[in-house]
């Protein structure tokens, strides 16, 4: 299967990029900036720029896609970790 996964360069992210590999998947990373990705790619954008990698996702035609991507710890959460 062909995924396309936002947040590959976060901690979820990475982890589930290197599970869908283990089992046969191609996968494509978008992440918030592309020097954050991790391990072997296939492609990676930086999704605050899709107007630059637009034709490259067409290209990949994507089966799936699995969003990762978070853009920060919610305030309940940051509250707990002081």
Known sequence: MRIILTGAGGFLGREVAREL???GHVVAGLVRHADQCVGPQDFVCDFLRLDTCAAQIRAFAPDVLIHCAWSGVPVA???LLR
């Open 21 to 23: 590999r283990a089992r």
């Open 77 to 79: 959460t940051r509250d």
